[in-house]
């Protein structure tokens, strides 16, 4: 089975179009996006209809979850907090109804899914170190875990008791070990490159790819300002951080 795993696509279609333009040449069978579909950029229902389109495994994500109320939007920054309440105006009963309808985990074959981490998945927490990543290890039923939230693509593994970060692929997989990996984001790379993120996991081969693509950056900026966002959203979109 071949998966198309993505995250974080925050209603940035241009990146997100790229990434399918992508999947088209991996003889994808299934698609995953690991929430976060909506948020900061400007086009929130079409990029939920590319999700719908695709039939994919979908997760929650805490901005997903912030544009209808199933969480508070207070500790938002004042910047991502903007976008959200633009994002709610937008969005139809039925596009809310979609997002409201996706959970916090979900497990398919070997793998499981959550947004930020299996610890509390409601608080949407941040796997940013070996400590962080060790709490969800722990919780692990299976040996991989699929995450995103961080927008900062890169893998975890636990061999014995020794937790490794890597961001070296293609990954090939060990039956001895378990992996944690963060497939980044399509819609907002924060690693300093700018380019959308997205994974390819070959689950008969056990072969992780992470992937990179470009996309018309100016095209997103150009919505973004369009409809009123703060710019800041357009401009970090170049610097990929």
């Known amino acids: 089975m071949r998966y198309g795993i993505f995250s974080d696509v925050h209603s940035n279609l241009p990146a997100l179009d790229s990434v399918l333009r992508a999947y088209s040449q991996e003889r994808i069978d299934k698609y995953v996006c690991i929430g976060d579909v909506v948020g900061y950029a400007s086009q929130p229902r079409e990029c939920i209809a590319k999700i719908k389109d695709l039939n994919a495994i979908l997760v929650a994500g805490n901005h997903d979850w912030a544009c209808v109320d199933l969480i508070s939007s207070r500790y938002f920054n004042p910047i991502a907090l903007e976008a959200v309440e633009w994002t709610k105006d937008r969005l139809s009963d039925s596009e809310k109804g979609f997002l409201k309808s996706q959970e916090l985990v979900f497990s398919e074959n070997n793998f499981i899914l959550a947004h930020g981490s299996l610890d509390s998945p409601e608080d949407f927490n941040y796997l940013f170190d070996q400590l962080d990543a060790g709490v969800t290890f722990e919780l692990m039923s299976v040996d991989i ?97």
């Open 145 to 241: 875990c699929f995450v995103g939230h961080t927008h900062i693509p890169g893998v975890f593994v636990k061999d014995n008791n020794r937790i490794d970060y890597i961001q070296e692929y293609p990954l090939h997989l060990s039956p001895l070990k378990k992996y944690i990996i963060n497939v980044g984001s399509v819609g907002q790379p924060r690693d300093k490159n700018p380019q959308a993120s997205y994974c390819v996991y070959d689950s008969d081969r056990g072969i992780i790819e992470i992937k990179r693509v470009d996309y018309d950056i100016k095209q997103a900026q150009e919505g973004i300002l369009r409809v009123g966002l703060p710019s800041f959203l357009a401009e970090r979109l170049v610097s990929g951080k």
